[in-house]
């Protein structure tokens, strides 16, 4: 298995699992992470990160956060939530648009990659991330001090 890294550096959950479940198995046979890296054709970090994944889950066990950005599913986990349902239930109730105004990380492209990734109705998500984009342009001209801009 070998990386063709192009734009986008995340892998999709499953083909991660395989990776990471690689990087253990080279691990247990004694390689480095320098000769891993060389192997598997990522950098020695990747290779440690994708190893450390492993022993964190067990190599097989997915986390409900998986297929969102790690930074996203951090905020998500800080913000109480305990799995993809409670996610669901908090947009489409409206409580997700409540913490647009006071969460940074769920605004604009956030809350767009959460309704894709609950596969929610798309005039639903058009209205969240236009209220999310607002509180932005909001928040950015005050931040500025243009007041006669909002």
Same mark, same amino acid.
């Given at each position: 298995m070998v990386a063709h890294v192009t734009g986008d550096t995340r892998l999709d959950p499953v083909e991660k699992v395989a990776w990471e479940n690689q990087v253990k198995r080279l691990r247990k046979e004694g390689k480095t992470f320098v000769e891993i890296g060389r192997l598997i054709a990522v950098s020695p970090r990747r290779a440690r990160y994708l190893f450390l994944c492993a022993? +964190?889950?067990?190599?097989?066990?997915? +986390?409900?956060?998986?297929?969102?950005?790690? +930074?996203?599913?951090?905020?998500?986990?800080?913000?109480?939530?305990?799995g993809r349902e409670d996610v669901a239930e908090a947009f489409t109730s409206g409580h997700l648009q409540r913490l647009t105004r006071f969460e940074r990380g769920l605004r604009g492209k956030a809350i767009a990659e959460l309704a894709q990734w609950l596969g929610l109705d798309s005039e639903l998500t058009e209205a969240v991330v236009q209220n999310a984009s607002e509180v932005d342009r909001i928040q950015s001209v005050g931040q500025h001090g243009h007041p006669h801009d909002v």
């Amino acid at each position: 298995m070998v990386a063709h890294v192009t734009g986008d550096t995340r892998l999709d959950p499953v083909e991660k699992v395989a990776w990471e479940n690689q990087v253990k198995r080279l691990r247990k046979e004694g390689k480095t992470f320098v000769e891993i890296g060389r192997l598997i054709a990522v950098s020695p970090r990747r290779a440690r990160y994708l190893f450390l994944c492993a022993a +964190r889950r067990g190599g097989t066990m997915p +986390r409900w956060t998986d297929g969102l950005n790690p +930074r996203l599913a951090t905020s998500l986990h800080w913000l109480g939530f305990r799995g993809r349902e409670d996610v669901a239930e908090a947009f489409t109730s409206g409580h997700l648009q409540r913490l647009t105004r006071f969460e940074r990380g769920l605004r604009g492209k956030a809350i767009a990659e959460l309704a894709q990734w609950l596969g929610l109705d798309s005039e639903l998500t058009e209205a969240v991330v236009q209220n999310a984009s607002e509180v932005d342009r909001i928040q950015s001209v005050g931040q500025h001090g243009h007041p006669h801009d909002v």
